[in-house]
């Protein structure tokens, strides 16, 4: 039987400065393969896995396995598509639609990034971004993400700052890693006030 080395390659990225409860990071364009999935916010990961797992494994036109990369981004989907950013992401509605992500890793784009074959797969290129990240450890629970994400949002605007867009949860560890010892963050694409 042939294991599954999870999550070696982690997202690039560049602290540019650091904050009184985050860090100010500027992640470069990238490629995720995304999957849309209602649900609770804890179980919107376990969802999407088997249709992202499938596609990096060989269930893609190619028929190629691809590196798993980290984060998993998790994010809530909007009334409108809303440019996404690696780890995994989850983002979410009212209507508890998330959109869960595996960042490919750098070395592909959209062009080269295999065709998928589940419809309910997407491959989308997301442009350069300033974000404000918080870092955390515990369980993948909602409660926890939303406390750490309006610590986040006081930081943030604090030191100047603006979200751009919907917060994501970033995840880097296999579920098997025990809970006091994952890493999550709490992800905000962000501009200064001053900026225009």
């Known amino acids: 039987m ?29 490629v995720v393969a995304e999957v ?8 919107a990961g376990n969802r999407a896995f088997s249709a992202l797992f499938g596609y990096i494994t060989g269930q893609n036109r190619s028929a190629s396995s691809i590196a798993m990369t980290a984060p998993v981004v998790q994010e809530l989907a909007g009334p ?14 009212s209507a508890g639609e998330h959109v869960i992500a ?7 784009n959209a062009e080269s990034a295999p065709v998928p074959t589940d419809p309910q797969v997407r491959i989308r290129a997301v442009p350069e971004r300033l974000a404000a990240v918080t870092r955390y450890s515990g369980r993948w629970a909602e409660s926890a ?6 610590g986040l949002e006081a930081a943030t605007t604090q030191a ?6 919907v917060a994501r949860f970033a995840r880097f560890d296999p579920p098997f890693t025990p ?6 963050e709490v992800v905000q694409d962000v501009r200064r006030s001053d900026d225009a």
């Open 102 to 108: 595996f960042v490919l890793p750098g070395s592909m």
């Open 36 to 43: 849309s999935v209602r649900g609770s916010f804890e179980s």
């Open 160 to 165: 100047g700052f603006v979200p751009v867009g």
């Open 80 to 93: 409108e598509k809303i440019a996404m950013t690696a780890p995994v992401v989850q983002t979410e509605t």
């Open 145 to 150: 993400y939303r406390r750490h994400l309006a």
């Open 179 to 184: 809970w006091f010892l994952r890493r999550n």
């Open 2 to 30: 042939r294991s599954v080395e999870f999550m070696t390659e982690q997202q690039p990225y560049e602290v540019v400065e650091r904050y009184p409860g985050f860090e100010l990071r500027r992640y470069p364009e990238h």
